[in-house]
């Protein structure tokens, strides 16, 4: 029972951790909406999760957290990709004026694009740091060593079962996006989380 408990602890936290909205997490959404790459897309960000979760749980996380420079690299460093990815997506909103066919031909949808455009998301991402590899990895550190291999695979399971969802469930609301206003609307949402996002890192 207690192996099982700690796999629904590692499934529990990562699950609250992921559904927050973040530059990864609308990216995927933008893709599944778009049904480019879905699979690709789905299947990239959990394993990059997944190696993350993996890493944090064997002591990354405490590494970082206890390394102060480290933790300024990840706030600040991210919070600039995060101000710019804002600013992209307000630029989107306000400036262009895209039908949803307009963003499927758009060419950074093509594959190599695509794959690029996930690495940069996930790893400029400082909270694939903060809180995957630090927050997740300090709660796994504290598990009795037999158990936290079973905390780490709920983690991962978590995440990937988020980003599967996540791809595969936007493309139900393809026929929501036909018109150009949804795309300002949703590049003008995603603008302000990003752009609060990186304040918050500032700030704290």
């Given at each position: 029972m207690s192996v099982f408990l700690t796999f629904i602890k590692g499934y529990g936290i990562s699950s609250g951790l992921i559904m927050a909205i973040g530059a990864q997490n609308a990216f995927v959404l933008k893709k599944g909406i778009t049904k480019?790459?879905?699979?690709?897309?789905?299947?990239?960000?959990?394993?990059?999760?997944?190696?993350?979760?993996?890493?944090g749980a064997s002591g990354l996380g405490a590494i970082i957290a206890n390394n102060v420079y480290l933790l300024d690299i990840a706030r600040y460093g991210g919070a600039a990709f995060l101000f710019c990815y804002g600013t992209?997506?307000?630029?989107?909103?306000?400036?262009?004026?895209?039908?949803?066919?307009?963003?499927?031909?758009?060419?950074?949808?093509?594959?190599?694009?695509?794959?690029?455009?996930?690495?940069?998301?996930?790893?400029?991402?400082?909270?694939?740091?903060l809180d995957t590899v630090v927050l997740l990895g300090s709660i796994g550190a504290q598990i009795v060593e037999h158990e936290r291999a079973y905390f780490t695979i709920g983690a991962i399971c978590a995440s990937c079962l988020w980003f599967f969802a996540l791809a595969y469930g936007a493309g139900y609301l393809s026929p929501l996006f036909q018109k150009p206003i949804s795309w300002k609307i949703l590049d003008g949402f995603i603008g302000v989380v990003m752009w609060s996002i990186a304040v918050s890192l500032i700030m704290e």
């Open positions: 480019s790459h879905v699979f690709v897309v789905a299947i990239l960000c959990s394993i990059i999760d997944a190696l993350m979760i993996t890493l992209k997506s307000f630029y989107s909103s306000f400036f262009l004026t895209r039908s949803i066919e307009d963003v499927i031909s758009d060419s950074s949808n093509n594959l190599k694009a695509t794959i690029i455009t996930i690495l940069a998301v996930s790893f400029l991402n400082p909270h694939l740091y």
